[in-house]
């Protein structure tokens, strides 16, 4: 796009006090610096994470006002004097991980997330609930050109977050996982990636209709957590030889499920903390898990290189991300649905409607 092309205004979707609602309005449009791309986004998921940061869940300040916003898929439509690795009309996304200094011994390691001067996405600079949003050319996602812009935007942080959990719990093809919110929007993603990694998965979430679907996209059992009467024992004798899960990975949004998944993972198994429930502790009894050998970890997205990965899976066809389109004015009725659990999979917000 030429630069005169580039409007001056546009609409996005701003967090103007914590707890909401987001606000629809005209902004202005930002121009990228040197080391910066403007990206317009076509699309962009709807992660737990916004509504996290929209409430003011976590003890990390954000930027106000606040445009959220960390799955944006769109094209480059400006570079800054610097960029060599994209170009204009090149498929791009912007993540949660917005960019990273690149220099200190995090980033010299690709632990590229935990750079103590890592930009992120809708948190601490402005995201991709707007129409033309700015990333560090370095850390934008390149998109294949065959993928589907609205399809693949969940990928940008669902997607690359469950495959590097499903990486960090060190379980081998022919293991089993148990996938936490197996339903929601990393859960659905989590199902397919570790099913594509060859490991059996016991999907855990709450009702017929999550149920359903992560028995469709390749689940081998769904446990109901709202149903069961004793969570741990429905969980280990769905195992075949009844030792429980050789990794969980917990993506729910409560506390309760952080207690217990030690309680049913095999021994010498992990458990991969993931989803990030308000002011909630881990807590697993020190004996079992010194006796039993359990490793016990947190995973917080991903880097560079599990960014290509995690697309790459999905450009072969692997993931097919279940997600509902709705227009990126309507966003606060995403975040009451999501407030309630009521969200099967992801939504996506179309920018220009
Ligand atoms: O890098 C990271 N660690 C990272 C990256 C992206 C997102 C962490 N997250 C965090 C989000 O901030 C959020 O806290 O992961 C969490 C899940 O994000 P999401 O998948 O976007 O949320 P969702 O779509 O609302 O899904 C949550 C699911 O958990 C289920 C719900 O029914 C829902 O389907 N759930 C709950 I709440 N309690 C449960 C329980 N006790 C449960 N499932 C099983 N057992
Ligand atoms: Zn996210």
Redesign the pocket.
């Known amino acids: 796009m030429a630069d005169d092309k580039i409007p001056t205004e546009q609409w996005a979707q701003v967090v103007e006090e914590t707890g909401g609602p987001v606000v629809y309005k005209k902004i202005p449009v930002q121009k990228p610096g040197p080391d910066e791309v403007l990206v317009n986004v076509k699309y962009s998921g709807v992660?737990?994470?916004d509504l996290?940061a929209m409430m003011g869940d976590w003890p990390l300040a954000t930027k106000k006002p606040l445009v959220g916003g960390h799955e944006g898929a769109g094209v480059v439509v400006a570079c800054g004097s610097m960029v060599n690795n994209l170009k204009v009309g090149d498929y791009a996304g912007i993540k949660w991980l917005n960019g990273s200094c690149l220099n200190c011994p995090y980033c010299e390691n690709a632990d590229e997330p935990l750079c103590q001067g890592a930009l992120l996405s809708g948190y601490t600079v402005d995201g991709t609930f707007q129409q033309y949003a700015i990333a560090k050319a370095a850390h934008v996602a390149h998109i294949p050109r065959n993928c589907d812009l609205e399809a693949v935007a969940p990928i940008l942080?669902?997607g690359i977050?469950v495959y590097k959990g499903l990486k960090e719990s060190g379980a081998r093809p022919g293991q089993m996982v148990a996938i936490?919110?197996a339903?929601?929007?990393?859960?659905s993603c989590a199902v397919q990636y570790a099913k594509a990694m060859g490991l059996h998965v016991i999907a855990?979430?709450?009702g017929d209709e999550?149920g359903e679907l992560c028995k469709r996209i390749g689940a081998a059992v769904y446990v109901d957590?709202l149903k069961s009467k004793d969570l741990v024992a429905d969980v280990k004798s769905n195992t075949p030889d009844g030792l429980g899960p050789h990794a969980v990975l917990l993506?729910?949004?409560?506390e309760?499920?952080f207690q217990q998944a030690s309680e049913y993972v095999r021994s010498r198994g992990s458990v991969v903390c993931?989803?990030?429930?308000a002011g909630a502790y881990l807590r697993a009894p020190v004996f079992d898990t010194v006796v039993r050998m359990i490793s016990i970890k947190g995973?917080?997205?991903g880097n560079r290189v599990d960014t290509a990965e995690a697309l790459d899976f999905y450009a072969r066809g692997l993931i097919k991300v279940p997600y509902k389109s709705i227009g990126l004015s309507k966003l606060q009725d995403v975040y009451t649905l999501?407030r309630e659990?009521k969200?099967v999979g992801r939504y996506v917000v179309d920018t220009s409607k």
């Open positions: 992660c737990h994470t996290h942080c669902a977050t936490v919110g339903g929601g929007g990393l859960g855990i979430d709450g999550k957590f993506l729910a949004v409560q309760k499920p993931i989803g990030l429930p995973s917080y997205v999501m659990n969200i």
